[in-house]
């Protein structure tokens, strides 16, 4: 029988107690899951790693996507554990071990490919951590909020995630160029105050469900989506003659074994008696509805942040008389109309979910913002930033109507005992989306570039009078090292063309080294892939506005126990069976 640790009589002063730290610490992983975007030229240049390397886009995208990786396999089961043995026990150990690794991260001394090792490293034990806040901050709440409030609640939280993003980003272009440990040190006096307040101050109000860990389920769902994960991280790599790796052995092998093991997951999870992923959670409708358009919403705009960034680093900002090395700071402040819009959006839209329900806000925010895709690929690449930022604002306002409603209506639909479960399920819909969405942009863009950029470099290199075997050279430069570059901020016209310039004419020189020669040469390529990811973005929020309309009506609370599941399954399958447009009412 589950076992209750304390009441959950929902206290006005508790539950914002609850509401603060679970802030602090969604803020405190937010941070450091996009501090790093900004950093990475300063942390590439401190420990002397040369991005223009083949080698160094494979660290690149483990430093980006490890933390990513690890939140995505993790939570679910850390989720669950949380259920059995107490989410506020889990949700403090997450705390500790996010500050033990933020003060690793901040003390590295070696360089080169050890150094960038040894921080990728570092940051999978940071992920861990995240993953225990991140897989318990929801039920948390859940259990400390009663249901008209607990929208308003998770708006609040949801927020805190996208501050944190954007004030990392800000605080990236801050600190690294001061000094690249800061990055990482920064979070360590939150980290330690929050390990102890949370201490101190949470307590468990859920019910636990003690039951034996379903071993042979976590090591497959582990393993089955680092193996799809990774191979969707290698298959942006270049691969012998080939712009991207997906025709690598190694990397189908990865995807073909990953899907396999799924299935074997899946086998497994229906014939154990206490399943890490409880299936039976999917017969509730709000929840099935509710992830799925969680996913879609993420693999759409789960790479958003780095197109901007790239858009603006690579392109637009050394257009606009930006000088390469302060490109990541701007990039970040320029952005900040996003986080004016959800910052807007998501409390309201939160509160107004508890009264009127998820269905109308999380539909209407993904189709607008589905809608604001399509109005960035009209914008033209050296674009006017008064609409850019018009464009952004609308975007921050439909991503917060959407956000807080439907997480909401994923936790209301939750039995008390199965809230870390599903609040984990929830993040790993979320957090894998992220990371295939990374990979399915990347490969956009790259696929866009390859079609014309060698062309364009080699054309645009020989008119300013580098000699045609250099020119021959550096345009068959491998596409994702242009894209890397203009991502951390770098110009590689001076590296590549090394001792070609001395034989050209100061003026020459100057222009093909200067601010305008290699965003000009890349932004007609960079468009057509930017346009190809940003349809594809549109298309999948969509489809996550339709699936946010099937979850039905305004929850009327949490299912509590098999009886009800069953009932709820019986319920499901009726509906199915409905003809369009009849409801349950006019069935009776």
Not at 133 to 159: K, Q
Not at 298 to 323: A, C, E, K, N, T
Request: hydrophobic letters at 55%; glycine letters at 12%; charged letters at 10%.
């Amino acid at each position: 029988m589950p076992e209750t640790t304390a009441a959950p009589t929902h206290s006005d002063r508790y539950k914002w107690v609850a509401l603060s730290n679970t802030t602090l610490g969604m803020v405190m992983a937010a941070i450091n899951s996009s501090i790093t975007l900004i950093a990475l030229p300063n942390i590439f240049k401190g420990i002397h790693l040369d991005p223009l390397l083949p080698s160094s886009s494979g660290y690149l995208l483990w430093m980006l996507m490890g933390f990513m990786v690890v939140t995505a396999v993790l939570v679910v089961t850390l989720g669950r554990i949380g259920d059995m043995y107490g989410r506020v026990r889990l949700y403090n150990l997450g705390f500790a071990v996010f500050t033990v690794f933020s003060i690793m991260l901040s003390i590295t001394w070696w360089s080169g490919s050890a150094a960038a090792i040894y921080l990728i490293v570092m940051r999978v034990g940071q992920g861990v951590g995240a993953a225990c806040l991140m897989a318990n901050s929801s039920a948390i709440l859940t259990d400390a909020f009663p249901e008209n409030e607990r929208g308003m609640a998770i708006g609040m939280n949801a927020i805190s995630i996208v501050v944190g993003s954007f004030i990392g980003l800000v605080l990236g272009g801050v600190l690294a160029p001061v000094e690249w440990h800061l990055v990482f040190l920064v979070s360590v006096p939150f980290g330690l105050f929050g390990t102890v307040w949370a201490y101190l101050k949470l307590r468990d109000q859920g019910t636990r469900s003690p039951a034996p860990i379903d071993w042979w389920g976590n090591a497959t769902f582990a393993v089955w989506l680092i193996a799809l994960l990774a191979g969707i991280t290698y298959g942006i790599m270049p691969y012998g003659h080939h712009v991207m790796g997906w025709s690598n052995p190694r990397v189908m092998g990865a995807l073909i074994g990953g899907v396999a093991l799924l299935a074997l997951f899946g086998f497994i999870e229906t014939r154990v008696a206490h399943p890490m992923f409880d299936l039976k959670l999917f017969r509730i409708r709000a929840f099935s509805a509710g992830n799925f358009a969680g996913f879609l919403a993420s693999l759409g705009r789960g790479g958003l942040m780095f197109l901007l960034i790239l858009w603006l680093q690579g392109v637009w900002l050394p257009l606009h008389g930006y000088d390469f090395t302060r490109t990541p700071l701007w990039a970040g402040i320029y952005m900040l109309p996003l986080t004016a819009g959800m910052l807007v959006a998501a409390p309201l839209s939160g509160l107004l979910s508890d009264r009127f329900g998820a269905r109308p806000f999380a539909t209407g925010g993904m189709f607008a913002t589905g809608v604001c895709f399509v109005l960035l690929t009209v914008l033209p690449v050296d674009f006017s930033y008064g609409w850019f930022a018009v464009v952004l604002v609308l975007m921050g306002l439909s991503m917060g109507i959407f956000a807080a409603p439907n997480r909401a209506g994923i936790m209301n639909s939750l039995p008390a005992d199965r809230r870390g479960a599903g609040a984990g399920v929830a993040t790993t819909f979320q957090n894998s989306a992220q990371v295939l969405s990374i990979g399915v942009f990347f490969s956009l863009i790259i696929a866009g570039l390859s079609s014309s950029l060698p062309s364009r470099l080699y054309r645009g290199l020989v008119a300013h009078g580098v000699p045609a075997a250099t020119a021959t050279s550096v345009s068959h430069l491998p596409p994702v090292a242009s894209l890397f570059a203009a991502f951390l901020g770098y110009n590689p016209m001076q590296r590549l063309l090394g001792a070609s310039l001395g034989h050209m004419s100061p003026g020459q020189a100057s222009f093909l080294t200067g601010r305008r020669f290699f965003p000009q040469l890349i932004s007609g390529s960079f468009e057509t892939g930017l346009h190809e990811a940003f349809y594809f973005a549109a298309a999948a929020c969509v489809l996550a506005a339709v699936a946010s309309w099937m979850r039905g009506g305004k929850s009327v609370g949490p299912v509590e126990g098999p009886e009800e599941l069953a009932a709820e399954a019986i319920l499901v399958s009726f509906e199915s069976l409905l003809p369009v447009g009849v409801t349950e009412d006019q069935a009776d």
